[in-house]
C-alpha cells in the first residue's frame, strides 16, 4: 500500500467517511485525515488490480447468484 500514489488512494470514493473522489478523507470532528482510511486504500487498490487483469482471468459478473 505504501508504493501508491497519492491521487490513485483519492481516485476512489471513500466507503468509510463518504469522501468523494479526489477529496481527502475526514475525521468524526470534520477535520481532514493526514491519511485515507484503510478501506479506501484497498478499495484502490482493488481497483487499480482490475484495470490489470484481462477479461478472461476476472471470473463470474458480481450480479450473478449462486443456487443451491
Same mark, same amino acid.
Not at 470514493?13 to 467517511?17: G, I
Not at 481527502?24 to 475525521?27: D, G, H, M, V
Not at 463470474?60 to 450480479?63: A, G, L, Q
Given at each position: 500500500m505504501a508504493d501508491m500514489a497519492p491521487r490513485l488512494l483519492l481516485a476512489v470514493?471513500?466507503?468509510?467517511?463518504g469522501a468523494a473522489s479526489g477529496r481527502?478523507?475526514?475525521?468524526h470532528s470534520g477535520r481532514l485525515r493526514n491519511e %485515507? /482510511?484503510?478501506d479506501r486504500k484497498l478499495c484502490a487498490i482493488e481497483a487499480a488490480e482490475g484495470k490489470e487483469r484481462p477479461a478472461s482471468e476476472a471470473g463470474? %459478473? /458480481?450480479?450473478q447468484t449462486i443456487s443451491r
Open positions: 470514493p471513500c466507503p468509510t467517511c481527502r478523507c475526514l475525521l %485515507p /482510511h484503510v463470474p %459478473p /458480481h450480479d
